[in-house]
């Protein structure tokens, strides 16, 4: 079946670092590909989506590629700040599937000063 | 555009009482709704999906005797925990796809609701 991993975390930078989050997933066809983020106790806000190979979604500094080749879908940021604290979840969509959203298991990220 | 609310944000109760959560659309109506739950540091698990004027679907493992579905308008969904117990405590999270986007794929998160049973 369908399946989205994500890299294990805490991940923890300094404030001003770069930050690549990997997520590669699994699923036949074409999904859509999405990045939420949870700021803590409150619910998930989308980040940014692509909806085919080579689109590449970008929001707030964020960015990912849908690498069809590699099954990827990774979010990278050049300079983080101590805002972007968050859990981040990557999910994938298929048409076909009633809509129904598959997660990863979230990557918790914190940003020190 | 596109916002999704919850209430209440967050409930104790006592073990045996029913708990209803509502999730509003606030800017388009949503025929379909969508229920998690999410368990302290895990991802989110899908429990039901809810269709405006029809039955929610429940993906399996999930009681739908225990967890009452209601769709009753196109900006309206309810999640009724009946005779909840301790092990019901978690983070519901409801969200919403908007039929006017032409993907119609996106997904729009409430700001959940966090239930203790007590």
């Known amino acids: 079946g369908d399946s989205v991993t994500q890299m294990e975390g805490p991940v923890t930078l300094s404030e001003e670092a770069f930050l690549t989050i990997n997520c590669t997933y699994t699923a036949t066809g074409y999904p859509s590909l999405f990045w939420y983020v949870q700021y803590p106790g409150e619910g998930l806000q989308l980040l940014l989506k692509?909806?085919?190979?080579?689109d590449k979604g970008s929001n707030k500094g964020f960015e990912a590629t849908y690498r069809k080749e590699t099954t990827s879908f990774h979010l990278e940021k050049g300079s983080v700040q101590v805002s972007d604290s968050a859990v981040y979840f990557c999910?994938?969509?298929?048409?076909?599937?009633?809509?129904?959203?598959?997660f990863g298991q979230g990557t918790e990220l914190s940003v020190k000063p | 555009g596109a916002v999704v609310s919850q209430h209440p944000s967050w409930v104790i109760c006592k073990s045996g009482t029913s708990v209803k959560i509502e999730c509003r659309s606030l800017d388009f109506q949503a025929t379909t709704m969508f229920w998690y739950r999410q368990f302290p540091k895990q991802s989110l698990m899908l429990m039901a999906t809810s269709n405006e004027g029809s039955k929610a679907t429940y993906e399996q493992g999930v009681e739908k005797d225990k967890f009452l579905i209601n769709h009753a308008s196109l900006t309206l969904s309810t999640l009724t925990v009946t005779s909840a117990h301790p092990e019901d405590s978690s983070f519901y999270i409801c969200s919403a796809r908007n039929p006017e986007e032409a993907a119609q794929e996106t997904q729009y998160f409430g700001p959940g609701t966090r239930l203790l049973v007590l």
């Open positions: 692509a909806t085919k190979a080579d």
């Open positions: 999910a994938l969509v298929r048409g076909n599937q009633g809509g129904k959203l598959i």
